[in-house]
């Protein structure tokens, strides 16, 4: 199983362009997530999708927006890059239980640069 | 939301050493995982523990939920054990992470 893997590596973008993050998962979970970790710091909660067809912000959703494709696949998409975008973006996935805890198995990352 | 501190914020070993990292976090939680990003930034999974403790190999962890706080022991520490130890709480499918204990291991 590769787990969880991510879409590109490495992206630098202009000021303004737009692009697609990918995220596929093969554990057969329920759950998927985005997160973005900036220097220095832990990581933010951006979006997550409970279960296949639903979506919800988290902590900074603010100039992104989520498509959960299928159970295995859950993209982010910045639609106008800015500078502040600039960021390593984790996906992550877990199994859905009642209350919706499970350990999560996060990805490799996309490092993200916004000139 | 759920506050996370974690302490020391460095740690710099003398390879075969012992140490401990602490987790404390503000509201009772569901859900507590252990991460280690090695030096490539890859996170990888080193204890699911809400509550009890466990152990794997020459790492082990306690989680006191009912005090709101969790351990992290490394023993016998080798250079590969170098990198940012990051401690996540939370529950209802959101994780709050906490800033990390960045830590050095020196031969």
């Known amino acids: 199983n590769a787990g969880v893997t991510q879409t590109p590596k490495f992206q630098v973008l202009k000021t303004g362009q737009s692009m697609t993050l990918q995220c596929a998962q093969d554990m057969n979970h329920n759950s998927m997530y985005w997160y973005r970790q900036d220097p220095g710091m832990g990581l933010r909660l951006i979006y997550y999708?409970?279960?296949?067809?639903?979506?919800d912000k988290g902590e900074v959703p603010n100039g992104y927006n989520v498509s959960r494709l299928n159970k295995r696949e859950f993209s982010l998409r910045l639609e106008s890059a800015a500078p502040s975008q600039t960021s390593v973006y984790f996906c992550?996935?877990?199994?859905?239980?009642?209350?919706?805890?499970?350990?999560?198995?996060f990805g490799p990352g996309t490092r993200l640069t916004v000139l | 939301g759920i506050q996370v501190e974690q302490s020391p914020p460095d740690l710099i070993l003398q390879e075969g050493a012992n140490s401990t990292l602490r987790c404390n976090f503000s509201?009772?939680?569901?859900?507590l995982q252990w991460f280690h990003q090695n030096p490539w930034g890859q996170l990888i999974n080193l204890f699911y523990?809400?509550?009890g403790t466990k152990q794997n190999g020459r790492l082990s962890a306690t989680t006191v939920a009912t005090e709101r706080y969790s351990l992290l022991y490394i023993s016998s520490s080798q250079t590969t054990d170098s990198g940012v130890y990051f401690c996540?709480?939370?529950?209802?499918?959101?994780?709050?992470f906490g800033a990390g204990t960045t830590v050095t291991v020196r031969a």
């Open positions: 996540a709480v939370g529950g209802d499918y959101k994780l709050s």
């Open positions: 999708s409970a279960s296949e067809g639903t979506t």
């Open positions: 992550a996935s877990s199994t859905y239980l009642i209350r919706g805890v499970d350990e999560q198995f």
């Open positions: 509201d009772s939680v569901n859900n």
């Open positions: 523990i809400p509550s």
